[in-house]
């Protein structure tokens, strides 16, 4: 029987567990936490065969470790993991922030394992196993980004597993992933703690706060998000997040100077950004990407996906290296074929 071992059981370590036992591949999960707090909340929720308070009791003999640990705190678990892999074993990762990452486990991990870097593009502003939803990855992107030395079999086992919880595998370059993402969902985070920071500290708060309704809370319950993920983020990927806020400041300020216009703003322009706004929102929600010529992104170059690293995954479905790692496939007739 293949072994996933998860470290980390917070949100997304334990709704990866209950995602994985819910699908269609037959797997033992072993997850640990340094938090007893955390382990006992992942035991409750069923997703784990059993939850060690040892790393090494949980990593040890498995086919797959998978760091689910806030960014800061994985290289010195990937430090005290080294000893205990398997040789073979396939290393991925959850974090927001892949460059430093995949730095890491370059330096730190055995050459015997392959690492591949993971990011699913999905999470909740509350935290803790306790609020683990299995459902969390369905048809959400799940970003992928091998690192140099990741043999195809690594690659092909982390696709799997993307594909067995019901997210959509996003290859993509460690640069690229860590500007996008900056944007996607670094940027409005940052939006939601400006929005109650500027908000917040008014003398007017105590007037202002009752009315808040939900548009108010719709755009700050980012702000809710665990403190210790997003510094994680912030202090592991700041010129992506700088560049992006810097863009967003200067979309902001051609609004503010709209409003401001001498002798009062145009009714038609204003009106006209916010029918750009609204159907560049309503492209989003229908999956049309393509491009806004009038919204610039970040004054930074972001280099491209090296064409050559498509070629690793070619055929990724049909890898007599994938069947190894999860045999344990069930016989379910959609894998058929």
């Known amino acids: ?105 370059d330096e730190v991990l055995p050459k015997t394992v392959s690492f591949v870097g993971g990011h699913p593009m999905a999470g909740r502003e509350k935290s803790g196993p306790q609020n683990a939803d299995g459902e969390m990855f369905k048809n959400r992107a799940y970003c992928i980004i091998p690192s140099s030395t990741a043999d195809r079999a690594a690659v092909s086992s982390v696709t799997t597993m993307a594909e067995a919880i019901g997210a959509k595998p996003f290859y993509i370059g460690v640069e690229e992933h860590d500007s996008f993402v900056a944007a996607a969902s670094h940027l409005p985070f940052m939006m939601s703690v400006a929005l109650m920071g500027v908000t917040s500290k008014s003398p007017n708060w105590d007037d202002i706060g009752p009315l808040a309704s939900t548009g108010f809370g719709d755009l700050s319950r980012l702000a809710s998000g665990d403190p210790v993920m997003h510094r994680d983020i912030c202090v592991t990927n700041p010129e992506p997040i700088v560049a992006w806020m810097d863009a967003y400041i200067k979309e902001l300020y051609d609004l503010r100077n709209l409003l401001a216009a001498e002798g009062g703003p145009s009714p038609e322009a204003v009106e006209q950004v916010f029918v750009n706004a609204m159907d560049a929102r309503a492209r989003w929600q229908a999956g049309i990407y393509s491009k806004v010529d009038n919204i610039a992104g970040p004054a930074t170059e972001i280099p491209s996906f090296a064409e050559s690293m498509g070629e690793m995954f070619v055929g990724r479905r049909g890898m007599d290296a994938q069947k190894k790692i999860f045999s344990g496939l069930k016989n379910d007739p959609a894998n058929k074929g």
């Open 1 to 105: 029987m293949t072994t996933i071992a998860i470290v980390g059981t917070g949100l997304i370590g334990t709704s990866l567990a209950l995602a994985i036992k819910n699908s269609n591949l037959q797997v033992d999960l072993v997850g640990t936490d340094y938090d007893s707090t955390a382990r006992s909340g992942a035991q409750k929720s069923g997703a784990f065969k059993r939850v060690e308070a040892r790393l090494a009791n949980a990593i040890r003999g498995a086919d797959v470790v998978v760091f689910a640990t806030p960014v800061m705190a994985m290289r010195e678990m990937m430090e005290s993991a080294a000893p205990e892999f398997e040789d073979g074993c396939v290393v991925t990762d959850v974090g927001s922030s892949k460059r430093v990452v995949l730095e890491w486990a």
